[in-house]
Structure formats: structure tokens, C-alpha cells
């Protein structure tokens, strides 16, 4: 496995969403991370994958966030509590949380890669800007069947649906940008 660049990302699977409401931005609840955590214990067993303490501390701060953190931030929030983690632990079981379906990724066209834990069917706002990744939910997206050309390359199992804007942050601070200009 090589490093990819600093500002990859990884998801974690099955948070929770409300309809076209941003999941929460900044923790997931402790029930939630429990959950996520028990979820990962059982894939590792099931698995028969040794489960060490890294990869659960690994696990857990993808858990423990709706924020959809990189690689390289998941390495640097460790490296505080876990001096001895290597850059290469953190990159290798991310990958193979990816391979255990215990979190997933989406990518800004700009590169990043971004893992995601929250395995309820949801979607994705992406701000072009800064960069963040909003959790949201759409019934009408889940079912999307494709165009005829799509649907003769094969049976459509599910949908994911990103959309790319402006967060209403950068919006904010744009708006106050501007009204110090006119001043």
C-alpha cells in the first residue's frame, strides 16, 4: 500500500440522517459511536482479523465524528494520544475498514478522498470551497434507476448521490466580505 497525499479522507458507515437535514458537524453521539464500535468488533471477529488496539483507536476516531475525516487528520488527532501509531498503521487499516465495509469513501474531483462511516443510505453535500462533506438524506435519491445506456451495462443495485456547492459557512463569510467591501 503507498501513501496517498496528505488530505485523503476516510467515512465511517451507519450514522444517523435526517430528511435533506445536515447530520450533526461536529460528534456523533455515544450511543451512536458504540454502536459503530460493536459493529466494527463483530466484523473483525467475523472476519477472523486479529483486532489490536490501534485498529480499534483507529476505528473509533472515524466513529466518534460526523466530519468525514482524512487520513492524515485521523493520523494527526492519534499521534496525540498514541505516539508510537505510524502514518502507515493508520493508512493500511483505513483501507482495511474500507475492505471489512465498515466505512467507505467519496472524493472531491480535486483528489481528496474522503471515508465515511455511516452505512445508512445517505447522500452527500461537498463544498467546493473549504472542502467539508455534509451527510443528508433524500428518499427520491435511493432508487435511482439510470438512464436506458446505464441500465443495459447492468442491474442497478443502489445510488449515491453527491452534490457539489457552496457550504452556507463560506456563503456567510462571503456575505460579510462583500459588506466590508462596500464600507
Not at 449515491?160 to 456547492?165: A, D, F, K, M, S
Amino acid at each position: 500500500l503507498t501513501k496517498q497525499r496528505d488530505d485523503d479522507t476516510f467515512l465511517l458507515k451507519n450514522s444517523s440522517y435526517m430528511h435533506l437535514t445536515p447530520v450533526g458537524l461536529d460528534e456523533s453521539t455515544e450511543e451512536e459511536t458504540q454502536r459503530r464500535i460493536e459493529e466494527f468488533k463483530d466484523a473483525f471477529r467475523r472476519s477472523r482479523v486479529k483486532l489490536t488496539h490501534q485498529r480499534l483507536e483507529i476505528f473509533r476516531e472515524i466513529a466518534q465524528t460526523a466530519e468525514h475525516p482524512s487520513a492524515e487528520m485521523v493520523y494527526q488527532r492519534l499521534l496525540r494520544r498514541m505516539p508510537t501509531v505510524s502514518r502507515d498503521t493508520v493508512y493500511r487499516t483505513l483501507w482495511q475498514l474500507i475492505h471489512l465495509g465498515l466505512v467507505t469513501t467519496l472524493g472531491m474531483p480535486r483528489g481528496s478522498i474522503r471515508f465515511d462511516a455511516n452505512g445508512k443510505r445517505h447522500h452527500h453535500f461537498l463544498c467546493t470551497r473549504c472542502g467539508k462533506a455534509i451527510d443528508f438524506y433524500e428518499a427520491c435519491y435511493d432508487h435511482l434507476a439510470g438512464p436506458q445506456e446505464v441500465r443495459a451495462l447492468g442491474q442497478v443495485e443502489s445510488s449515491h448521490v453527491e452534490l457539489r456547492g457552496t457550504c452556507s459557512e463560506c456563503l456567510r463569510g462571503e456575505e460579510q466580505s462583500e459588506r466590508q467591501d462596500e464600507r
